[in-house]
C-alpha cells in the first residue's frame, strides 16, 4: 500500500532528522561554526517550510488516519522530510570533505560517522515502522467480526 510506505518514509526521515540534531548537538563544543549552523538550519527550516506549505494547501485525509496521526504524516511533511533528507546528505558529506584534518585525531571524521549513523537509522527506522503498520493491519483483518 502506498500511504504504508508513505507513513513509514516519513517516520524513518524524522527519526534520522532527531538523531541528526542530537549528533549536532554534541559537535556544538568541538566543532564550533559549521556545527551550529547546521543545527539551526536542520531545527528551524523544516518546522518553517511546513508552516508555509500547509498555509497554502489542504490535503485529502489518510486511509491509515491512526498511524497517520501517530507520526504526524502529511503528504506536506513528507515532502519536506524528504528534500531535509536530501539536504543532510549533501551537506554533511561536504563538510566532510572541507573539514580541517589539524584537529583532534579522530574529530575530523565526525561529519562522515554522522552522516553513517543518519542513514542507518532512517533504514533501520523505515523497516521496522513500515513491518509494525502491515503487522497491525493484517491482525485487523483477521479479526472474526461475527
Same mark, same amino acid.
Given at each position: 500500500?502506498?500511504?504504508?510506505?508513505?507513513i513509514s518514509k516519513?517516520a524513518g526521515l524524522l527519526? !534520522?532528522?532527531? /538523531? /541528526?540534531?542530537? !549528533?549536532?548537538f &554534541?559537535?556544538?563544543a568541538p566543532?564550533p561554526?559549521?556545527?551550529?549552523y547546521?543545527?539551526v538550519?536542520?531545527?528551524?527550516?523544516?518546522w518553517?517550510?511546513s508552516?508555509i /506549505?500547509e498555509?497554502?494547501k489542504?490535503?485529502?485525509?489518510?486511509?491509515?488516519?491512526s498511524y =497517520?496521526?501517530?507520526f504526524h504524516y502529511?503528504?506536506?511533511?513528507?515532502s519536506?522530510?524528504?528534500?531535509?533528507?536530501?539536504?543532510?546528505?549533501?551537506?554533511? =558529506?561536504?563538510?566532510?570533505f572541507?573539514i580541517?584534518? +589539524?584537529i583532534?585525531?579522530? &574529530?575530523?571524521l565526525?561529519? !562522515?560517522i554522522?552522516?553513517?549513523l543518519y542513514?542507518l537509522?532512517?533504514?533501520i527506522?523505515?523497516?521496522?515502522?513500515r513491518?509494525?503498520?502491515?503487522?497491525?493491519?493484517?491482525e485487523?483483518? +483477521?479479526l472474526?467480526f461475527?
Amino acid at each position: 500500500m502506498r500511504e504504508q510506505r508513505n507513513i513509514s518514509k516519513h517516520a524513518g526521515l524524522l527519526c !534520522g532528522r532527531i /538523531l /541528526l540534531l542530537g !549528533g549536532l548537538f &554534541l559537535l556544538i563544543a568541538p566543532l564550533p561554526p559549521v556545527s551550529v549552523y547546521l543545527f539551526v538550519f536542520f531545527f528551524l527550516v523544516p518546522w518553517l517550510l511546513s508552516n508555509i /506549505l500547509e498555509s497554502k494547501k489542504t490535503a485529502a485525509p489518510p486511509i491509515l488516519s491512526s498511524y =497517520a496521526k501517530k507520526f504526524h504524516y502529511t503528504p506536506i511533511h513528507l515532502s519536506v522530510e524528504q528534500a531535509m533528507g536530501r539536504i543532510a546528505v549533501f551537506l554533511l =558529506a561536504s563538510w566532510q570533505f572541507f573539514i580541517s584534518g +589539524s584537529i583532534a585525531v579522530y &574529530l575530523h571524521l565526525a561529519p !562522515g560517522i554522522l552522516l553513517l549513523l543518519y542513514l542507518l537509522c532512517r533504514i533501520i527506522s523505515t523497516a521496522i515502522i513500515r513491518h509494525k503498520i502491515h503487522s497491525y493491519y493484517m491482525e485487523l483483518r +483477521s479479526l472474526d467480526f461475527n
